[in-house]
């Protein structure tokens, strides 16, 4: 699947100041991430699925740091993002999902989709950001094997609505970066 308004956003990072906003998001999705996947480690009865996912939080959560880190660089204020309706729909889904086979395809589809926004971001950002997200990209490149490795036949469908979910957000998202936020 093909991020739908990849020029858009590439335009819009085009003419913005800097990258804050966008760090500050992602900051706030990490956190987001962490604690709704953290939350679902106990549930899991194979070491190896509490490994991969525990592993996926420990991630989020350092990127969830060098994400405040670069949105503060910038004089973005994380903790100020305001997630719209389009993202905590995202985030709704994951206490609903049972297993590691569901855990795993809807968290495939989110870092597929997070692959092709760093992408996107990647081309925009120089210095400290693109170290950063050069950073973020290997990490994810990572946890999307691993993922790949343990997906089982419900990935797909799963990995599918994430994507989606992601998609629709998107398209709130990117005018909010051409505001400044």
Known sequence: MALQNAEELAEVLEGAD??????????????????????????????????????????????????????????????????????????????????????VGYALGSLDHFAELLAVYRGAADGDDADAIDTVRADVDHARAALRARADGDAGALAAEAHELYRVRELAEVPRYAHGG
């Not at 604690?35 to 350092?62: C, H, I, M």
């Open 18 to 103: 800097h990258l804050g906003p966008v760090f500050a998001r992602h900051a706030y999705g990490m956190l987001a991430w962490v604690d709704l996947f953290s939350a679902r480690v106990p549930e899991l009865s194979g070491p190896a699925d509490k490994t991969l996912l525990a592993t996926l939080v420990a991630t989020n959560a350092r990127h969830m740091m060098l994400s405040r880190e670069r949105a503060a660089a910038h004089g973005t204020d994380p903790d100020a993002y305001v997630c719209p309706d389009e993202g905590e729909a995202i985030y709704a889904r994951i206490p609903r999902l049972r297993g590691a086979g569901e855990l």
